[in-house]
Nanobody, 119 residues
Framework: QVQLVESGGGLAQPGGSLRLSCSAS????????MAWYRQAPGKQRELVAG???????VYVESVKDRFTISRDNAKNTVYLQMTSLKPEDTAVYYC?????????????WGQGTQVTVSS
């Protein structure tokens, strides 16, 4: 049974930082493309960052130079380091495993973790 468990969300001030983690089980993690998506109230879910099993990471333009996605295959975990947070980063962040298209239409999902950026 595939399970993705996100953690690390919470409240941050503008300009602050948070690190999200997604721990995977029931999958051969090292072969999977992993990604973080987010969904803000009233908006569609969007890709934030993706890290393939091999290859180049991808980022949505709005988070480039602020967010970094990484993975630790030994721990079956993918991370999203978020810096210089802005109020518009407020959303529920979801971990995805196995969608090589970066479309959000496929793969497995975690339950999401809330990130709120506010002073």
């Amino acid at each position: 049974q595939v399970q993705l468990v996100e953690s690390g969300g919470g409240l941050a001030q503008p300009g602050g930082s948070l690190r999200l983690s997604c721990s995977a089980s029931g999958v051969t993690f090292r072969y999977l493309d992993m990604a973080w998506y987010r969904q803000a109230p009233g908006k569609q879910r969007e890709l934030v960052a993706g890290i393939p099993s091999r290859g180049v990471t991808v980022y949505v333009e709005s988070v480039k130079d602020r967010f970094t996605i990484s993975r630790d295959n030994a721990k079956n975990t993918v991370y999203l380091q978020m810096t210089s947070l802005k109020p518009e980063d407020t959303a529920v962040y979801y971990c995805n495993a196995g969608d090589s298209t970066w479309s959000g239409k496929y793969g497995y999902w975690g339950q999401g973790t809330q990130v709120t950026v506010s002073s």
